[in-house]
């Protein structure tokens, strides 16, 4: 099975500093045969369903604001929000669906307000 | 506009069943592969078991192999999710989620309902 480490588990950053959240997975979800990373960003704030941020890696889901940016490829992954705003206050998770149809979720990030 | 809504969650003995539905509006419900994921309280999110578009593939996580039960009426725009043998472990809010490709087979989920709690208690 496809373990998904994030890290950090938690951190704070003041408002207009950039905030990074790293995601490591046990095994390669970069699918050769069309050059795609099977893995996805989501943002969960208390009280709400999660919501897809990033998706491939580092495509931006409709809607999400552009401070939002994935990279990465085979093992090793960053979200990267690049001017904090204080509605990014949430839970961050990556999800590989590499192993399709199932998918498993990292342990989840919490970002905070510094 | 495009939403999911959970129902059928509530209290329950250990042991005992129950029966989640999900409607779903604003898409073409027989395109998409289903899914439901969980979160126990104060969790993180666990991937619980698909549905494919048609309903001819069903695959589960582990942990409720053999308990749970999904399936879909599409005539309906209806998800379901059989729980059966309920343990401490199963309390959760149910999420259904919809797959992020038409006609995939899963990834990524583009579409979340709100939830519904079950607290597996004696």
């Known amino acids: 099975d496809i373990v998904l480490t994030q890290s950090p588990d938690s951190l704070a950053v003041s408002l207009g500093e950039r905030a990074t959240i790293n995601c490591r997975s046990s095994q390669s979800v970069l699918y050769n045969s069309n050059n795609k990373n099977y893995l996805a960003w989501y943002q969960q704030k208390p009280g709400q369903p999660p919501k897809v941020l990033i998706y491939?890696?580092?495509t931006r889901e409709s809607g999400v604001p552009d401070r939002f940016s994935g990279s990465g490829s085979g093992t090793d992954f960053t979200l990267t929000i690049s001017s904090l705003q204080a509605e990014d206050v949430a839970v961050y998770y990556c999800?590989?669906?590499?192993?399709?149809?199932?998918?498993?979720f990292g342990q989840g990030t919490k970002l905070e307000l510094k | 506009q495009v939403q999911l809504l959970e129902s059928g969650g509530g209290v329950v003995q250990p042991g005992r069943s129950l029966t989640l539905s999900c409607a779903a509006s604003g898409f073409t419900f027989s395109g998409f592969a289903m899914h439901w994921v969980r979160q126990a309280p104060a969790k993180g999110l666990e991937w619980v078991a698909v549905?494919?578009?048609?309903?001819?593939?069903?695959t589960y996580t582990d942990s409720v192999k053999g308990r749970f039960t999904i399936s879909r009426d599409n005539s309906k725009n209806a998800l379901y999710l059989q729980v059966s043998s309920l343990r401490a472990e199963d309390t959760a809010v149910y999420y259904c989620?919809?797959?992020?490709?038409?006609?995939?087979?899963?990834?990524?989920?583009?579409?979340w309902g709100q939830g519904t709690l079950v607290t597996v208690s004696s």
């Open positions: 549905v494919s578009y048609d309903g001819s593939k069903k």
């Open positions: 491939w890696a580092s």
């Open positions: 989620a919809r797959d992020g490709i038409y006609h995939g087979s899963g990834s990524y989920y583009n579409v």
């Open positions: 999800q590989q669906y590499y192993s399709t149809p199932s998918g498993t």
